[in-house]
């Protein structure tokens, strides 16, 4: 296994619900990465924290955010919640930000 | 087009088959290739790194031809557990962002 930890594994929400989730880093790495994945779909990246700063941000609107911790562990925070938000959000740790990225189990997201 | 292009198959072949696999990708300014598994209802997991040269790891050979921004990834003497996804990952270098094809799902037959 990665150590890459996620949690919870599995929560529904309803339209206009805020979230969040939890990822714990593999020992040693200093950076998080967060995708979210559709059904039949690659994972689309979300943005990236290194060292407790966002480090890059894809095609997310902002009420997607971020925090890292001082230990590198991260949330993922999501406001208004849509449909279209139901997926499998990734989190994937690393030891920088241009190395190879190891993926917890993820977080199942439904949004009804 | 997407950035990163994969066939999505499926691809049904026998155990002991030869298979390959295609990714092509838009940013010429690329710095970094991956392919990962995914098994169905788990987390993409690290298969192999691409390099320049082209790297073998026992049954599979990944190859990456820069000039023409296409990886490929060959797996030999196939068995069950290769079933999965296979997703080909394209570190642009910008934004620290990862892309991901959309994936190319193989099925092992016995």
């Known amino acids: 296994e990665t150590g890459v930890t996620q949690s919870p594994t599995h929560l529904i929400k309803t339209r206009g619900q805020q979230v969040t989730l939890r990822c714990s880093s593999q020992s040693g790495h200093n950076t998080v990465s967060w995708y979210q994945q559709a059904l039949g779909q690659g994972p689309q990246f979300i943005f990236q924290?290194?060292?407790?700063?966002?480090?890059g941000r894809g095609n997310f609107p902002p009420r997607f955010s971020g925090l890292q911790f001082p230990n590198y562990s991260s949330e993922l925070n999501v406001n208004a919640l849509e449909l279209d938000d139901s997926a499998l959000y990734l989190c994937a740790s690393s030891r920088g930000t241009q190395e190879t990225q190891y993926f917890g189990p993820g977080t199942r997201l439904l949004v009804l | 087009r997407k950035e990163v292009e994969q066939d999505p198959g499926p691809f049904n072949v026998p155990e002991g088959a030869t298979v390959a696999f295609n990714c092509t990708y838009s940013?010429?300014?690329?710095?970094?290739f991956f392919w990962y598994r995914q098994d169905c209802r788990k987390e993409p997991k690290l298969l192999m790194s691409?390099?320049?040269s082209g790297n073998e790891d026992g049954r599979f050979t990944a190859q990456l031809n820069r000039a023409s921004q296409y990886i490929s990834l060959l797996i030999r003497d196939s068995k069950l557990s290769d079933s999965a996804t296979y997703l080909c990952?394209?570190?642009?270098?910008?934004?620290?962002?990862?892309?991901f094809g959309a994936g190319t799902r193989l099925t092992v037959k016995p």
């Open positions: 940013n010429s300014a690329s710095q970094s």
């Open positions: 990952v394209v570190n642009t270098g910008n934004n620290n962002d990862m892309r």
């Open positions: 924290y290194y060292r407790e700063e966002e480090n």
């Open positions: 691409v390099y320049s």
